[in-house]
């Protein structure tokens, strides 16, 4: 028997998923061209010594279920930071992560606040768990404003999202302004520290969880495997936080939410902490020597402390991006506010600079 497909399904689609916008990813190069990707903020390297080896080994036991926690990797990540492995807990990248927080956190009639232009799945994921949410504009320079984030909290918010570095845009929040801001949030409002380039950032000033999370028990850590440590493929994250607050993200969190292969690769990267640092360290150096390169054509970059420079371009950051692509350099253009370019190959970053020098 045939089946019809003529007919539209009836079935009504929850309006706050209706009306989602999609989420954007970096462009992928075309096939049949050579073209360098610098549109999603990957690793340029490959992934570290042994983890190759440790994922074919993984990959014998695909027909098992992995750990249901990862309880492996998580205590790997509490000794890592010094943490209880309660204070842990891990998940499909540090997206699925925050769906997580928001699912445990956030519900109808709910607001959550978070720095525009920032990380682009805030407004989604907010939305999915049934919140509102309340979008503050950035300030100068391409700086989160936390005087505004602070003024838009209101009863109804339950989440504060800080990206820091800020993706797109690259300023970090500094430690003093962030303390300050945190000691004026209530208590009963979780913040939640965007940490996803953090191991690229060299601003003496800027904050970590390490340094709010003492006299702030309402703040939880967002991290990810897929930037320094270039398992982006793989899709692991993770957040820190006090063990209550972590026990409900893991009563939210998909079962088995990271897979067995993931689980060894992100344990084994994480031991090979100095061979990631010296990576990031290649990575810094050629970020800010693209930032210079380009505020010596005139362009206004901010402050770059993530693996990616932010070019202001306005209107015409979308013909920018065709203009790269043109010239073999896939780059992340956001309509009407800017192109954000990924840290890559030395030739890449030459074409790249060759294009916006006319554009400058």
């Given at each position: 028997m045939?089946?019809c ?15 989602l916008?999609?989420?954007?990813a ?5 096939v049949g ?13 490959p992934?570290l ?9 993984a990959?014998?036991?695909?027909n ?12 790997a990540?509490?000794?890592?930071h010094?943490v ?12 699925a ?12 009639g709910?607001e ?15 939305a ?15 700086r ?15 989440v ?26 209530p208590?009963?409002?979780l913040?939640?520290?965007?940490e996803?380039?953090v191991?690229y950032?060299?601003?003496?000033d ?26 982006a ?17 893991r ?10 292969a ?7 990267s994480?031991s ?5 640092r ?7 150096a ?7 390169a ?7 970059v ?20 065709q ?6 350099v896939?780059v ?5 506010s800017?192109?954000r370019v990924?840290t890559?190959?030395?030739e890449a ?12």
């Amino acid at each position: 028997m045939a089946l019809c497909v003529s007919m539209s399904p009836k079935v009504p689609v929850r309006p706050a998923i209706a009306n989602l916008p999609d989420y954007v990813a970096g462009a992928r190069p075309p096939v049949g061209r050579r073209a360098y990707k610098l549109s999603s903020n990957e690793s340029p390297f490959p992934p570290l010594p042994g983890v190759l080896a440790a994922v074919a080994d993984a990959a014998a036991d695909i027909n098992r279920y992995p750990d249901m926690i990862a309880a492996g990797l998580v205590e790997a990540l509490a000794a890592h930071h010094g943490v209880e492995s309660a204070q842990v807990v891990a998940g499909n990248g540090s997206v699925a992560v925050l769906g997580h927080v928001l699912t445990a956190f956030t519900g109808q009639g709910d607001e959550v606040v978070y720095p525009w232009r920032s990380f682009e799945a805030y407004p989604i994921l907010a939305a999915l768990s049934g919140a509102t949410g309340v979008g503050v504009p950035l300030g100068a320079e391409g700086r989160l404003d936390l005087p505004a984030l602070l003024a838009a909290i209101t009863p109804r918010t339950r989440v504060v999202m800080i990206c820091s570095p800020n993706n797109p845009t690259g300023p970090a929040v500094r430690r003093d302004e962030l303390k300050l801001f945190l000691d004026a949030v209530p208590s009963d409002v979780l913040v939640v520290l965007d940490e996803a380039y953090v191991e690229y950032v060299t601003d003496p000033d800027a904050a970590t969880y390490a340094d709010v999370a003492p006299d702030h028990p309402n703040v939880i850590s967002l991290r990810t495997f897929s930037k320094a440590y270039g398992l982006a493929g793989l899709r692991v994250g993770y957040a820190i936080g006090r063990g209550r607050l972590i026990g409900a993200v893991r009563k939210a969190a998909t079962p088995f939410g990271v897979n067995a292969a993931a689980e060894l690769a992100a344990t084994v990267s994480l031991s090979l902490d100095l061979a990631m640092r010296d990576r990031v360290a290649a990575v810094v150096a050629a970020r800010d020597a693209m930032a210079d390169a380009l505020r010596a054509q005139g362009w206004a970059v901010p402050d770059a402390q993530g693996n990616f420079v932010w070019l202001p371009a306005g209107a015409d950051a979308v013909p920018f991006a065709q203009d790269a692509t043109l010239a073999g350099v896939m780059v992340r253009a956001f309509d009407g506010s800017g192109v954000r370019v990924t840290t890559g190959e030395p030739e890449a970053v030459q074409a790249l600079l060759e294009v916006a020098a006319t554009w400058a």
